[in-house]
């Protein structure tokens, strides 16, 4: 997804939640002070069938590991750590496991590190540790240097649009929960945007992701297609 596709959804994000566009400059060009260029020739998913491992519950892990690729976003990355799921790619914020995403770095795990307002201290702390050859820097504001924007705003539509901008021939959606009553107000929030992205990316791909049945009827993507 090119920015100029990306920047009307962003505007509509920025507005409803109140976020901040400075601060999300602010950070992504803190994370361009701490990253180097990525080749995203690693990241070649043309042709392969791609398992989005979310922090939910997975009762069944062989789905991702039948996948030719594993992304883990957020909360998956825990997840697939635990039950020896080999992950190809993290998409994270830094708020879930980060000492996890740095030693997968350096194992030579590719992590798309995305940077918003409130996370350059995260940022700060976090990504220095890293080995840099194997950060994707990624920002939700306008990409500038090396530091891309597929498109996505929580960690796991982020994820979709990654793998999407990549070229996965299919996507898998595993341990997710739209539904999390056990969040707060502003997270419940986010999901509801996680959710409408998700109905874009799969108009977009003219498919129809397992993860949206039952509730496609009720996402608004009229505003984006």
Not at 15 to 28: C, I, S
Not at 52 to 72: F, K, L
Not at 110 to 122: E, Q
Not at 202 to 213: K, M, S, T, Y
Request: hydrophobic share 40%; with cysteine.
């Amino acid at each position: 997804m090119d920015f100029s596709e990306w920047e009307p959804i962003y505007a509509a994000i920025v507005e409803d939640l109140d976020l901040d566009r400075g601060a999300d400059r602010r950070a992504r060009n803190r994370l361009a002070d701490l990253t180097i260029p990525f080749d995203l020739g690693r990241l070649a998913f043309a042709g392969e069938r791609i398992a989005i491992v979310g922090g939910g519950p997975i009762e069944d892990p062989t789905p991702a590991r039948r996948a030719d690729r594993v992304v883990a976003a957020g909360g998956g990355i825990g997840r697939c750590w635990r039950t020896d799921v080999p992950i190809d790619l993290v998409v994270t914020d830094l708020d879930s496991a980060p000492e996890v995403v740095v030693e997968l770095t350096h194992n030579g795990t590719p992590v798309a590190v995305a940077a918003h307002g409130d996370n350059v201290p995260a940022i700060e702390t976090h990504v220095p540790a890293m080995d840099r050859d194997n950060v994707l820097a990624t920002t939700q504001a306008k990409p500038v240097a090396h530091v891309v924007n597929a498109g996505g705003f929580t960690d796991g539509d982020r994820a979709a649009f990654i793998a999407d901008h990549c070229g996965s021939e299919s996507l898998a959606f595993l341990g997710w929960d739209l539904d999390d009553s056990g969040v707060g107000s502003m997270k419940q929030r986010k999901l509801r945007w996680a959710e409408r992205l998700l109905g874009v990316l799969e108009q977009r791909r003219h498919d129809r992701f397992a993860v949206l049945d039952g509730r496609r009827d009720e996402i608004d993507t009229d505003e984006f297609v």
